[in-house]
């Protein structure tokens, strides 16, 4: 079959990789794709929002699924786009509805679902600009720190946690009064801080069953120890040392198969993946958000890890079969090291020249394009090293020694991976 990936970062890049190991793949294209997907894909040159461009290429190149890698199309409605197009509808797309993409594309959507399907999340209350003075009083009558997130899409970047109530009501207004985060602030979320260490948990729904995919830990602040501004992720390991067999069961029970059962309860058609960023407070899992894709830079230690031909499981995804499909996963571990532009993620410079990858090793391509015959960097992010190792430390070894090898001007990344562990 002819497959498209939507997207143009370390994730599409990853799925790629591993698509195009498949035996069902005949044709694989990346819109739009990076330096790295034009080794394993045919990049098209379109915009993940333009969807009769989207359209065209489908039609153009025989495209029998869609796997939709970024959050943006599918809160804008790509799947919905093609489920109501006479000459789309048969297409597979790997993405839920728009409604469905609510639970990542507004907070208070999430919230509220995790509240009437009884799912451990911390306690909360939303503002607008109308009742920011209400919102004022919470922070008074709350705990630092102070946990404020815009109710839309922000890039990643939409999340604050701050130990001053003063700065805290600065930040309110900010976000409500001045559009700090534009739309995606109109709108915010405070909540109660919960204090522990995160994890990341990926699920496949087909509607109706699921699959559980190996379960990742990022790191998403610029500086070591955990330091800095939010990134979009500096680095990941997977599995998970601190999730033993009763820590998993309790996230089966009291997360995933309640956030499958309210999907179904609520109406809400689901075909996709979910992931769900918990927070492992004491020996409980709580929620702190939902996303509708695979989280990156996760995506690039998961999927390594998967032994399974992926068409096989997207195709069964599709149809409506994934209990017919048993996850196949190396014991190995896996750990994915960013490199990312000097400056990331404020301001940064693009286009400089890439030298010294080494072949035949797992490097992911974020933000990367080809001039010339030349590789540059194109993006904040540039390229995931990912190495497999008897556990996380040997693995990281592994990639650290890889990303001392590949240069480029300004290329900056964190030493200190795992050091939580």
Partial sequence: MNVLVIGGGGREHALCWKLNQSKHCKMLYAAPG???????????????????????????????????????PLVL?????????????NVGVIGPQKKAAQLEGSKSFAKEFMKRHKIPTAAYSEFTSETISEGEKF???SKPPYVLKADGLAAGKGV????????????????????????????????????????????????????KLPMAKDYKRIGEGDRGLNTGGMGAISPVPFVDSLFDEKIDHQIIKPTIEGLKKDGINYKGFIFIGLIKVGDTPFVIEYNVRLGDPETEVVIPRIENDLVEVFKAANEGSLDKIKLQITPKSAAT??????????????????????????????????????????????????SFGDNFKTALKESYKIVEKIEYDGKYYRKDIGFDL
């Fill in 77 to 89: 409605g790509i799947h919905d786009f093609f489920t109501m197009d006479p000459y789309l509808k």
């Fill in 337 to 386: 090291v960013m490199l990312v532009s000097e400056g990331y993620p404020e301001v940064y410079q693009k286009d400089k020249n890439i030298f010294g990858l080494p072949k035949n090793k797992m490097i992911f391509h974020a933000g990367t394009s080809i001039e010339k015959s030349s590789l540059k960097t194109s993006g904040g992010r540039v390229m995931a090293v990912t």
């Fill in 34 to 72: 990076n330096g790295g997907t034009a080794n394993c894909a045919i990049n098209l040159k379109l915009k993940v929002s333009d969807f009769d461009g989207i359209k065209k290429a489908v039609l153009k190149y025989s495209i029998d699924l869609v796997i939709v890698g970024p959050e943006d």
């Fill in 160 to 211: 604050l946690i701050i130990e001053d109530l003063k700065e805290a009501k600065f930040e309110l207004g900010q976000m409500l009064l001045k559009s700090k985060y534009g739309e995606a602030s109109k709108k915010v979320v405070i909540e109660e801080f919960l204090p522990g260490i995160e994890l990341s948990c990926f699920v496949l729904f087909d509607g109706d069953n699921y699959i």
């Fill in 139 to 141: 922070l008074e009558q």
